[in-house]
């Protein structure tokens, strides 16, 4: 009986550890400038309606469209996804370096990728994912300001 008991609090511990880990997990910010439901544009006094869906923020124009998003979130996550390779394609990301730290990319093993605002983004590690979402307009006017 005792044995049980120890086993069941340490599944219950190895459980909550995990959950924990993965609640701690930062999601990938929103790679687009639009709505995937409705197409609006983003900007103005819109204020975007936030998700988490699988590991990344989705934003959306209101909360109907959220409803929608509901009923078909496989579809709308592979056409952000579709959106994203065309992104990648059209706006490669233009430095050699970290957007956030500076250092080389490669120096630490392959560079974490994103997308924001339909830009490619390539930070040293995904370390860094937490002070680039924290000030994501420093870093893409520092990125368009390398370009020129």
């Not at 400038?33 to 006094?45: I, Q």
């Not at 923020?57 to 909360?63: A, D, G, P, S, W």
């Not at 930070?123 to 006017?141: S, V």
Request: hydrophobic content about 35%; glycine content about 8%.
């Amino acid at each position: 009986m005792f044995k049980t008991a120890a086993l069941v609090m340490a599944l219950s511990s190895l459980a909550w550890s995990a959950a924990t880990i993965q609640a701690a997990e930062e999601p990938l910010p929103y790679s687009l400038n639009t709505c995937v439901v409705s197409g609006e544009k983003f900007g103005g006094d819109m204020k975007p309606y936030s998700l988490t869906y699988e590991g990344r923020e989705i934003k959306l124009c209101c909360k109907g469209c959220a409803t929608t998003f509901e009923k078909d979130r496989a579809g709308y996550l592979k056409k952000i996804e579709a959106a994203e390779k065309k992104a990648i394609s059209e706006h490669p990301y233009p430095l050699k370096t970290c957007l956030v730290t500076g250092e080389e990319l490669g120096g630490m093993g392959k560079p974490f990728s994103l997308v924001y605002e339909e830009k490619e983004v390539q930070l040293c590690c995904k370390g860094c994912l937490k002070a680039f979402k924290k000030e994501p307009a420093k870093f893409m006017k520092k990125m368009a300001s390398a370009k020129k």
